[in-house]
């Protein structure tokens, strides 16, 4: 009935770390593949032309430039057609010199179109531009 507790024994619990190991390889490639959806996820529906070699661009200051089968054409997440891309291209730019421009432009988009894309983002000083596919499957 009067069973005290010794506070002066110093007997540590034993520390098991498998658990933690598993928790932690759990949370990795949990975070690995929410961050590969959400750079997809940040752009407009486009019907992208296919390319056998398909390479993701994983900087974190990726712009993308969407351009539609009718030529229009959508800065970054803008719902609304951009008039002044050229501004904001440079303005970008200005924040961070190695800003990605990835240029997404529907396969029956004119070449007119992403040519004059492509000028603009040469004129603005874009040293770093991409043209985004989707994978050839086959």
Not at 100 to 111: A, E, L, N, P, Q
Request: net charge positive.
């Amino acid at each position: 009935m009067g069973h005290k507790r010794n506070f002066h024994e110093t007997k540590e619990p034993p520390v098991i770390i498998i658990p933690m190991i598993d928790i932690m390889l759990f949370l990795l490639v949990f975070f690995m593949i929410s961050s590969i959806y959400m750079v997809q996820l940040n752009t407009l529906p486009v019907n992208l032309p296919a390319a056998a070699a398909v390479q993701r661009e994983m900087r974190p200051t990726i712009i993308s430039i969407t351009i539609t089968r009718d030529g229009v054409i959508y800065y970054d997440m803008d719902r609304q057609p951009s008039q002044r891309v050229g501004a904001r291209i440079r303005e970008a730019i200005a924040k961070n010199k190695d800003t990605v421009f990835v240029i997404r432009g529907d396969r029956k988009t004119s070449y007119e179109a992403i040519t004059l894309v492509l000028d603009t983002l040469k004129q603005a000083g874009a040293k770093h531009v991409t043209l985004a596919t989707e994978d050839k499957k086959g």
